[in-house]
């Protein structure tokens, strides 16, 4: 497994919310669900190659 390292993020009460109830709903973490939605973001803003 990569390392990963972690940080701080400022995100309203309402935001948070819709995540965490997103990431419950496809059964992840609120961080799995947060990487899953900037890595998503990257591959289609052709930032990053898709993974394989």
Known sequence: MPNKKAFV???????LEAV???AADEFR??????????????VEAGRKKKSS
Do not use: C, D
């Not at 993020?9 to 935001?15: A, G, K």
């Not at 973490?29 to 990257?42: F, M």
């Open 9 to 15: 993020v400022r995100i309203s009460p309402e935001l």
């Open 20 to 22: 965490e109830k997103w």
């Open 29 to 42: 973490s609120t961080n799995g669900q947060i990487e899953w939605i900037i890595n998503k973001a990257l």
